[in-house]
């Protein structure tokens, strides 16, 4: 099971950097609205009082507080995605990046089993 933010950083860390503790930071956040704003806007709110790492941190665990975010969730939810898109890359963009990843082969003419035309 992962860890809440909370349970990785202590009180006393959070508030020898950024002057407040975990439920000083919580109850403004609540005061801000913060339930009703994405990721992003909880962030850049907080990096106006503090640098950007303690900025996500507190933004993270007070989504995770507020039961917006489980722990080890990506900040995705609006869409229901984490991690990488999944987007669609054309078959010369797969050739492309194949051939630069193998380094010494320099088309895929030399790859054993490849395959210039690609059905979908």
Not at 96 to 104: Q, V
């Amino acid at each position: 099971m992962t860890s809440t933010i909370r349970a990785k950083v202590s009180e006393a860390a959070l508030r020898e950097n950024t002057g407040r503790g975990w439920e000083e930071w919580f109850v403004r956040l609540d005061a801000y609205g913060a339930t009703d704003l994405s990721h992003t806007e909880i962030a850049k709110r907080l990096g106006e009082e503090v640098d950007g790492w303690w900025s996500q941190t507190i933004a993270v665990a007070y989504e995770q507080e507020r039961g917006m975010r489980a722990p080890g969730q990506a900040s995705c939810r609006a869409s229901g995605r984490a991690g990488r898109s999944r987007g669609r890359a054309s078959p010369q963009r797969l050739t492309d990046r194949r051939t630069t990843n193998l380094g010494s082969l320099a088309t895929t003419s030399q790859l054993p089993n490849s395959r210039r035309n690609f059905t979908w």
